[in-house]
């Protein structure tokens, strides 16, 4: 058995368990992750297309939070009751006991039962997701240079995504950058046909920004020739086909599936009060409802904001960076209700397009691209994380895109 470093423990060290960690500072704290760094998602689409190298696209916990311990593991078991937890580790099952635990599990992807979907799309969540799904179109193009008819070639530069919401647009916008950059080398597709098709069950895509900047990024990929479906769904997907519900069958061999996330089912393991759609319930000061010591915030949580009565948090990373600043507030010091109002939002639709909403504007094209960036760079923890990042940007304006595949780095050839 033993205890957490200044009585605190954070289980998930992703964007608001890794915060909540930071911002204790030298009071100290435990941090439970199976993976030794923080995800900065927003930059994860630019991971996928190259422009950053995927490395530079997280954050070392051990960096981020230099006065926090870290068990690299993966929580098993909460009990409130004798304010302990277990953690699988790859040496065996640690306890460890706390003062106060902070629940920071977030979100996984959200399937729902369509035929063929676990067994043949792919998500867009984690840093692998992202890795594979690069390696993945730019097999497609080999498999389109190598086919021997024309609706084998069409199917193989045919690529469907599912949910249009910031990543779903986001992904598709990078990596249809990176094919139509790849193509360079590819002289025998040049003249081929791309199909990239954007699939919604909502009738808009974007749907959680302003109408015009929406309307701006939906006239934007459609000028790209990018095929908007909006209320529209998936219904199945067989190894090579999408059939949607409007009644298509398109011949592909990519389906990337971000329609959505649901709160880590852990949390209900956990026995803490959840909400309807598995969320822990948290009372306005982020503490877990009628549980004193447990304290839960991100995307796996229902967090009530006094700025917004009635509305609970979206799940980003600007909520999860305030409420993390609150709840670390709360923990060490009086406790108060959290608030926050978002002050703008921002995207981008590939090379030098974008979109951003600040306080008092509306920005699209270059504009809305260049706050995306500078949003981004300043959000994102650590001199030279945002170093790395600023070198990528900089070699990406002069260089052509690395296309490499590099699928076989999860497989070393073994010893023989
Ligand atoms: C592709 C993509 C793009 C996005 N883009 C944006 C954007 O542009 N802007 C924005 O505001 N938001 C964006 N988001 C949403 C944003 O990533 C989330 O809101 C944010 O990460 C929530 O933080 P969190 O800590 O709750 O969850 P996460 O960051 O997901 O962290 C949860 C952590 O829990 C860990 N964990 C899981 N199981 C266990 C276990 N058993 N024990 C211990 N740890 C465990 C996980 O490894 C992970 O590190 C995006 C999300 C995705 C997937």
Redesign the pocket.
């Known amino acids: 058995m033993a205890e957490a470093l200044g009585g605190t423990l954070v289980?998930?060290?992703?964007?608001?368990?890794g915060y909540v960690a930071r911002l204790l500072g030298k009071r100290g704290a435990t941090i439970?992750?199976?993976?030794n760094f923080?995800?900065y998602?927003?930059l994860?689409?630019e991971a996928a297309s190259g422009t950053l190298e995927p490395r530079h696209v997280v954050v070392p916990l051990r960096m981020m939070c230099p006065h926090a311990e870290l068990l690299l593991g993966?929580?098993?078991e909460l009990d409130v009751a004798s304010r302990s937890a277990e953690v699988a580790t790859d040496d065996g099952v640690v306890t460890l006991e706390y003062e106060n635990v902070v629940v920071?599990?977030?979100?996984i992807s959200r399937t729902l039962p369509i035929p063929g979907l676990a067994d043949h799309a792919l998500g867009?969540?984690s840093l692998a997701d992202a890795i594979f799904l690069r390696n993945h179109v730019l097999r497609r193009l080999e498999a389109a240079v190598a086919a021997q008819s024309e609706a084998h070639r069409r199917r193989e530069l045919t690529f469907v995504f599912v949910g249009a919401g910031?990543?779903g647009v986001?992904?598709l916008a990078e990596l249809s950058d990176l094919v139509r950059d790849a193509l360079r080398y590819y002289p025998s597709l040049r003249r081929e046909p791309q199909h990239w098709v954007l699939v919604d069950a909502a009738p808009k895509i974007l749907p959680e920004i302003p109408r015009s900047l929406g309307e701006y990024a939906a006239r934007q990929l459609s000028g790209r020739g990018v095929d908007i479906r909006v209320s529209t769904t998936l219904d199945s997907v067989e190894p090579h086909a999408a059939v949607l519900s409007d009644g298509d069958r398109i011949d592909t061999s990519t389906v990337v599936w971000?329609a959505g996330?649901r709160a880590?089912p852990?949390n209900e393991r956990f026995g803490l009060p959840l909400d309807e759609r598995g969320r822990i319930a948290v009372e306005p000061t982020l503490q877990v409802e009628g549980i004193a010591n447990v304290w839960a915030?991100?995307?796996?949580a229902r967090v009530p904001n006094g700025a917004t009565p009635g509305q609970y948090d979206p799940?980003?990373?600007?909520?999860?960076l305030r409420q993390a600043r609150r709840l670390v507030k709360n923990l060490t010091g009086e406790q108060k209700p959290y608030r926050y109002r978002m002050l703008g939002q921002v995207?981008t639709l590939g090379r030098y397009k974008g979109i951003a909403q600040v306080p008092g504007a509306l920005l699209r094209g270059f504009p809305g691209w260049f706050v995306t960036r500078t949003y981004h760079l300043y959000q994102l923890p650590l001199l030279p994380r945002k170093l790395r990042v600023v070198a990528d940007w900089t070699t990406g304006l002069f260089f052509r895109r690395d296309i490499a595949e590099l699928s076989m780095l999860g497989h070393p050839e073994r010893l023989r």
Do not use: W
């Open positions: 289980i998930g060290g992703g964007f608001a368990g439970v992750s199976p993976e923080m995800l998602t927003p994860l689409p993966r929580a098993t920071a599990l977030g979100a867009f969540k910031y990543a986001e992904a971000t996330v880590n852990l915030l991100g995307d796996g799940p980003t990373c600007q909520h999860a995207a």
